[in-house]
């Protein structure tokens, strides 16, 4: 069974920074590009960032670009986003996803429960 | 980048009844449009991919049509399970984006 576990949403201030994990079970995580997707409070769904199943290639939002770094440990079964420079409309429910196999990682099959990031003076 | 437009923003129904939610794109995306569905508190769930392709363990009252600009997203017969938001999705331009929703809830 495919499992996605994210962790390490809290709050944080304006300016700080964060860093997410995701740990992943169920399926040859190495072999897999991941993405993060977000959810502000009452909104609609919004792609963050994306990663290659080598680590190789990293794709970001313009809204998150040169603020958020996506990285993985292949080793660990783990994804990872690292949060700079947040700001009040970084506020949402962060979800890790698989990606299924495909040219780019643009489609998303398994999901996580998300985590919780309030950016908040 | 692409805007997709979900309509209705909410559909009131009853157990049984058939479902139809449309999605229309701001340019072509051929077919490589998705659905996923989102209960309250969940993560969202893949149920439709490139337009009318069910992922896997997705009962076969979920149905997806269209290409180009208009997609349709059609429930046949509602479950009570089935009562959630909608997001309709885009891949034929980078980034990927979503559409707004559509609620469809009980009547």
């Known amino acids: 069974e495919v499992q996605l576990l994210e962790s390490g949403g809290q709050v944080a201030q304006p300016g700080g920074s964060l860093r997410l994990s995701c740990a992943v079970s169920g399926f040859t995580f190495r072999s897999y590009a991941m993405s993060w997707v977000r959810q502000a409070p009452g909104k609609g769904l919004e792609w963050v960032s994306a990663?290659?199943?080598?680590?190789?290639?990293?794709y970001y939002a313009d809204s998150v670009k040169g603020r958020f770094t996506i990285s993985r440990d292949n080793s660990k079964n783990r994804l990872y986003l690292q949060m700079n420079s947040l700001r009040t409309d970084d506020t949402a429910v962060y979800y890790c996803?698989?990606?299924?196999?495909?040219?780019?990682?643009?489609?998303?099959?398994?999901w996580g429960q998300g985590t919780l990031v309030t950016v908040s003076s | 980048e692409i805007v997709l437009t979900q309509s209705p923003a909410t559909l009131s129904l009853s157990p049984g009844e058939r479902a139809t939610l449309s999605c229309w794109a701001s340019q072509s995306v051929s077919s490589y449009l998705a659905w996923y569905q989102q209960k309250p508190g969940q993560a969202p769930r893949l149920l439709i991919y490139?337009?009318?392709n069910r992922a896997a363990g997705i009962p076969v009252r979920f149905s997806g049509s269209g290409s180009g600009t208009d997609f349709t997203l059609t429930i046949s017969s509602l479950e009570p399970e089935d009562f959630a938001v909608y997001y309709c999705q885009q891949r034929f331009n980078w980034p990927p984006t979503f559409g707004q929703g559509t609620k469809v809830e009980i009547k």
């Open positions: 490139d337009a009318s």
């Open positions: 996803a698989k990606c299924p196999p495909g040219a780019v990682p643009d489609l998303f099959d398994y």
């Open positions: 990663i290659s199943a080598s680590g190789d290639n990293t």
